[in-house]
């Protein structure tokens, strides 16, 4: 099967569905082929030179293909639109590869809008797909709004979604709030829409070795970033932004602190919040470190932490064997059920008395198992994979 996998733009050493869910079809054997912009992630973020370059290099990246983990990446020039990306030369590319199935990652987007133009000319099948949820979609959370407020939105997104959902197959909404939003704000038929988590990649994510050998590598790193042997470590993987305020658990670490209680902190990332973080007492940052590195630094955490909107990261630690706390408006309460607490967003006094609660080394334990156990069976990109590729054959011999 020649799968196309269209997204608005692609870093390599990241663990986003872009990367991972197109090495998983080609390991089963699909010829897949990803089509993305010439822009890196977050692109034109305005603290991309100071966060993100370091790392992932320049934002614009050059025309071309290559072979990435069994799959092929082509990257195309890109315009705007009303601020929004469109493809350049998406036609002539699409010809070249003659596919029997396209998926793109939004419900609607002008790269959609293209796609699904296109559905036609080249008879290959189309998917969709919705990862916005309601942490970072207003409409959704705003109890009353008018219907002159929403009367933009209905005309230049639940419109066209509306239009573009009458050439698709399929659309995966990635927790229950993003199927609700792709329904209600998006004009996706119910009955075209099927639940589809994000998943992790279980090559990487995985607990490590109980051997002696394991414990003194775990000792010795932990001894290299500052922590003793007997501090509990929470950690946090991500941007340093307001949006996902991991400041709220630097707070809530320097109060476990001045309280004598040994858990410290460790964040794995940039951002604009990075100084505030710095200077909470028990707290160490370290830069940004490529996707497949980040095992080696939940294998010496004892805690993953998210204090707002969800994170594949998320899934990551759990596979990991780490016991999560996130936010309790988190819709998708499937990523902690059994394997972790929520607490009461931005509240960093609850935070830290949530975390308080697992400084039981079984609790931590029980819960960590439970994870390990939930994301090897229901979450990895493999098991995913293979779920969309039945989907992809049902849909192209229908």
């Known amino acids: 099967m020649k799968?196309?996998?269209?997204?608005?733009?692609?870093?390599e050493n990241m663990g986003y569905i872009e990367n991972?869910?197109?090495?998983?079809?080609?390991a089963l054997g699909n010829d897949v082929h990803v089509i993305s912009t010439t822009a890196q992630v977050y692109y034109n973020?305005?603290?991309?030179?100071?966060?993100?370059?370091?790392?992932l290099g320049k934002n614009i990246q050059e025309v071309g293909q290559k072979s990435i983990d069994g799959f092929t990446l082509h990257r195309l020039p890109f315009d705007l639109f009303l601020n929004k990306i469109y493809f350049k030369d998406l036609k002539e590319k699409l010809n070249e590869i003659k596919p029997d199935v396209v998926q793109t990652f939004e419900p609607f987007s002008f790269y959609t809008l293209q796609a699904a133009f296109y559905k036609n000319k080249f008879k290959y099948k189309f998917?969709?797909?919705?990862?916005?949820?309601?942490?970072?979609?207003?409409?959704?959370?705003?109890?009353?709004?008018?219907f002159f407020q929403r009367l933009p939105f209905y005309l230049t997104r639940t419109l066209p979604g509306r239009l573009i959902s009458l050439v698709t197959s399929r659309c995966y909404p990635a927790t229950i709030d993003a199927l609700d939003i792709a329904v209600k704000f998006y004009g996706?038929?119910?009955?075209?829409?099927?639940?589809?988590?994000?998943?992790?990649?279980?090559?990487?994510?995985?607990?490590?070795?109980?051997?002696?050998?394991?414990?003194?590598?775990?000792?010795?790193?932990?001894?290299?970033?500052?922590?003793?042997?007997?501090?509990?470590?929470?950690?946090?993987?991500?941007?340093?932004?307001?949006?996902?305020?991991?400041?709220?658990?630097?707070?809530?670490?320097q109060l476990l602190q001045e309280q004598g209680h040994p858990?410290?902190?460790?964040?794995?990332?940039?951002?604009?919040?990075?100084?505030?973080?710095?200077?909470?007492?028990?707290?160490?940052?370290?830069?940004?470190?490529?996707?497949?590195?980040?095992?080696?630094?939940?294998?010496?955490?004892?805690?993953?932490?998210?204090?707002r909107?969800?994170?594949?990261?998320?899934?990551?630690?759990?596979?990991c064997g780490l016991p999560i706390v996130i936010s309790e408006k988190v819709q998708a309460k499937e990523r902690v059920e059994g394997n972790g607490l929520t607490y009461a967003e931005n509240d960093h006094m609850n935070l830290a008395e949530v975390i308080l609660k697992l400084k039981d080394?079984?609790?931590?334990?029980?819960?960590?198992?439970?994870?390990?156990?939930?994301?090897?069976?229901?979450?990895?990109?493999?098991?995913?994979?293979q779920d969309r590729q039945v989907d992809y054959k049902y849909f192209i011999e229908k």
């Not at 991972?20 to 080609?26: I, Y």
């Not at 916005?132 to 705003?142: E, G, K, M, P, R």
């Open 3 to 11: 799968i196309v996998i269209l997204s608005v733009w692609f870093s």
């Open 20 to 26: 991972c869910l197109p090495k998983s079809l080609a």
């Open 45 to 55: 973020d305005p603290d991309y030179n100071s966060v993100y370059e370091p790392y």
């Open 127 to 146: 998917f969709t797909a919705n990862h916005t949820v309601a942490s970072v979609f207003s409409l959704y959370t705003q109890n009353k709004t008018s």
């Open 188 to 253: 996706i038929p119910k009955e075209k829409t099927k639940l589809a988590c994000l998943g992790v990649d279980t090559d990487f994510f995985k607990p490590p070795v109980n051997d002696s050998k394991e414990s003194e590598l775990r000792k010795s790193e932990r001894t290299k970033i500052g922590f003793d042997e007997q501090d509990i470590v929470c950690i946090y993987t991500g941007r340093f932004t307001e949006g996902k305020n991991p400041l709220c658990l630097a707070n809530a670490i």
């Open 263 to 307: 858990f410290k902190a460790l964040f794995m990332g940039n951002g604009p919040q990075l100084k505030e973080i710095k200077s909470k007492r028990g707290c160490v940052v370290h830069e940004f470190v490529p996707y497949h590195e980040l095992p080696k630094y939940y294998a010496l955490a004892d805690i993953g932490v998210w204090p």
């Open 309 to 319: 909107q969800e994170s594949t990261s998320m899934l990551d630690a759990a596979s």
């Open 361 to 385: 080394i079984d609790l931590r334990k029980s819960l960590g198992e439970f994870g390990k156990n939930k994301i090897e069976k229901e979450y990895s990109w493999l098991k995913i994979a």
